[in-house]
């Protein structure tokens, strides 16, 4: 059955010409017509055989492609059913060939379509001979046409299980992406209902503030695990999160917090250089697993039991969100990381190849012209292709270019630079500080875009000599500058959306750009988070 049955999707406009439905229809038809011929009471039936035998060459037809092809076996049920039942009397020999719509139905849409079909065909049977219940004659009618049904009912069940077992076997796949596909539904609904979305750095930001003022304290930040043992800051609120230095190892009250699962709290705070008089770490936990920590300190008393229990609530809710939008951001990066690299492979396969050819070209064409104005405008052209070529093999470098868990943005900026040649009368100047700690991924990811921007710019239309890109990242606070030596800002223009694009990478990451002319002439770009 595994070699009959199709291993892929089944097309339902095909259902009826599938091998085990063709051999099903010879095999059950012949079963009927050999029946009818050697059972002598049947042999008034030659009439309705024959129309049941045009009934599956018409079934076994092919057709083109259309919404009547895909109801054929839903029709050929029916057909049957109708023949059946005026054959006079009602032939129990042509029964059987109620099982060949069940099976295609059954493969084709399932249990619910066999459902629908079975119960119209008995309908039929019902409504066409209408049995006599209170003579033996009627009742054993009844029965063998019920029996057949059931029968149908069951192929068709068997069928539909069949199919969905053979295809997700031979392609395992298909079922994880139905899956993701289910998912990815649902997260699109439920996400454009949500009250501040999927940003885990914004969703923690107001958690903080929520606990600050529930706590009456000063200061606090939020941690996600990082590389190895230790946490890297995700937001913070009155501290510089360098100040702290939460560890999932040693006994500190950041290590109890991860491992317990519960609130921490002494009397000395959790600065390293100031020792403040109360602090708490809260952790955000869905189930057994522990998410966040998050570290709160104020000058005055104690927290007490009240504060630190409507801190736990808070904490509760927010972990859930907190648990969604960390899931989210690392699909929303594996996506754009996905399709970058593709738009990258198409432009390098296209018209980065296309336009190579047409370079190739133009250098034939100049070899044999000898006219100087010709030659003269196909160098010209030459020059202009070997222009865009070079832009399109940065564009793609800048597609292919991201932040990873294994490099940093600062890391990134290096190679960036280093591989991109931006031009051989352009000097870079780098000037690079970056603390242990690391900002989120999607931070760094938009500032490393912002910094390609900037350069894109100061490339095409500056005429600079030099740039200088200086980085300081202090998570979660960071300046990143990039100036260049040319003829400065120009007048802007209504189609270009460089300035507008950085602009809104850097208040997605909550930061603000500057955009103006410098001191001893030329432009800088600034992003920052203070």
């Known amino acids: 059955m595994s070699m009959l049955l199709p291993t892929r999707s089944i097309n339902p406009a095909q259902a009826h010409r599938l091998p085990i439905v063709l051999l099903a229809r010879a095999v059950i038809f012949a079963m009927c017509f050999t029946l009818t011929i050697v059972i002598p009471a049947q042999r008034v039936h030659a ?28 029709l050929e049920g029916l057909a049957a059913a109708a023949i059946i039942a005026y ?43 209408q049995p006599d219940l209170n003579s033996d004659a009627g009742l054993t009618q009844v029965s063998l046409v019920a029996q057949w049904l059931v029968v149908s009912m069951a192929v068709g069940l068997i069928a539909s299980w069949a199919k969905r077992i053979l295809v997700t076997s031979n392609d395992p796949d298909l079922a994880a992406y139905e899956s993701a596909y289910r998912l990815l539904d649902q997260l699109r609904q439920v996400s454009r ?22 706590m009456s304290a000063e200061r606090g930040a939020t941690y996600v695990p990082g590389d190895g043992s230790d946490f890297r800051p995700l937001s913070a609120r009155g501290v510089r999160p360098e100040q702290w230095v939460p560890s999932s190892s040693g006994d500190s009250l950041w290590a109890k917090a991860w491992a317990d699962g519960q609130i921490q709290t002494n009397t000395v705070g959790l600065s390293l250089i100031e020792q403040s008089t109360s602090g708490a770490v809260i952790p955000l936990r869905v189930g057994n697993r522990t998410l966040a920590l998050i570290g709160i300190e104020r000058n005055s008393s104690p927290f007490t039991d009240q504060e630190l229990s409507e801190a736990t609530t808070s904490a509760d809710i927010y972990a859930v969100r907190l648990d969604a939008a960390l899931l989210f951001s690392d699909i929303r990066s594996s996506a754009t990381s996905e399709e970058r690299r593709r738009l990258a492979r198409d432009i390098h396969d296209g018209v980065a190849q296309e336009l ?25 052209l030459r020059r202009e292709v070997t222009r865009i070529i070079s832009e399109l093999r940065l564009s793609i470098f800048d597609l292919r270019s991201d932040v990873s868990a294994g490099m940093s943005l600062n890391v990134a ?44 710019n100061a490339r095409k239309h500056a005429h600079a000599e030099n740039i200088w ?62």
């Open 47 to 74: 009439l309705p055989v024959g129309a049941l035998f045009i009934v599956a060459v018409l079934a076994s037809l092919p057709y083109p492609q259309s919404l009547l092809t895909a109801a054929i076996p839903f």
């Open 469 to 530: 890109i200086s980085s300081r990242i202090q998570p979660p606070l960071f300046e990143i500058k990039v100036e260049d030596d040319g003829q400065g800002l120009g007048q802007g223009r209504d189609d270009s959306y460089g300035l507008k694009s950085m602009s809104e990478r850097a208040e997605r990451i909550g930061g603000a750009l500057e955009v103006g002319d410098r001191d001893t002439g030329g432009t800088i770009v600034r992003v920052s988070r203070a």
């Open 413 to 456: 900026l290096t190679e960036y630079v280093r591989s991109q040649a931006i031009g051989s009368q352009i000097e870079v100047h780098l000037s690079l500080q970056e603390a242990p700690e690391r900002l989120s991924i999607d931070v760094e990811a938009e500032l490393l875009r912002i910094v390609q921007e900037a350069l894109a």
């Open 193 to 214: 209902q949500l009250s501040v979305g999927l940003d885990a750095t914004t969703l923690t930001e107001s958690l903080l503030d929520d606990l600050l003022s529930t």
């Open 356 to 380: 190579a050819s047409l370079g190739y070209a133009i250098d034939d064409l100049g070899a044999t012209h000898t006219d100087p104005a010709t030659s003269a405008g196909l160098s010209n």
């Open 87 to 129: 054959s006079s009397p009602l032939s129990d020999t042509l029964l059987p060939y109620l099982l060949v719509p069940a099976l295609a139905i059954g493969i084709s849409r399932g249990f619910g379509g066999v459902a629908v079909s079975v119960v119209i065909s008995g309908g039929i049977l019902w409504l066409s001979t």
